[in-house]
């Protein structure tokens, strides 16, 4: 019976460390996603992260602001990266993220002002479709023919040294 008394914290201790291990920085997760060098961990300057509930529902936003080293190390891992590229945003990705209006239909969701993302006319831009039914993830054409949104979007401002991320799923 003490055995167990002892067993029991050892493996609660164990699990608890095992489980601290696995953790991922965010700048870390971020970098993977977009497929660049490493955002420094001092680069950080907002996050937030509203996904949960049962289907994972919400939106993820992070802002990195770079030292002129690291921008220059980042500038030069997306400028030939295929799944980077230049400003400006296709007409789907601009309607997403700053609104607009297309065929008759108006784009209300602007996210940029929610989220205090400056209208870039120079930089680099992201893209990545999540969503179950998409056939070239690359690609935004499909994007407003669905009832949800999972996609990825990042933009990067060199000017600024700064790389706006935000992750939306409905």
């Not at 003490?2 to 870390?28: D, G, M, T, V």
């Not at 993977?32 to 996904?51: F, K, M």
């Not at 770079?66 to 296709?90: C, G, M």
Request: aromatic share 14%; hydrophobic share 35%.
């Amino acid at each position: 019976m003490k055995r167990q008394f002892y067993c029991i914290p050892l493996l609660i201790a164990i699990f608890c460390h095992l489980a601290s291990c696995s953790h991922q920085p965010i700048n870390e997760k971020i970098s993977g996603v977009l497929q660049i060098s490493s955002i420094p961990n001092d680069a950080l300057v907002e996050y937030e992260d509203t996904h949960g509930g049962f289907h994972g529902d919400g939106q993820t936003f992070a802002k990195f602001v770079l030292d002129a080293s690291d921008a220059k190390n980042i500038l030069k891992s997306l400028t030939n990266h295929p799944n980077w590229r230049k400003l400006p945003l296709s007409e789907n990705l601009n309607l997403i993220i700053y609104g607009g209006e297309k065929d008759g239909v108006e784009y209300c969701h602007n996210f940029a002002e929610k989220l205090g993302i400056p209208h870039l006319e120079t930089g680099y831009w992201f893209f990545f479709d999540r969503h179950s039914k998409s056939t070239c993830p690359e690609s935004d054409i499909h994007l407003f023919e669905r009832s949800s949104f999972n996609f990825t979007l990042a933009l990067y401002d060199p000017g600024a040294k700064t790389i706006y991320y935000f992750k939306y799923d409905t």
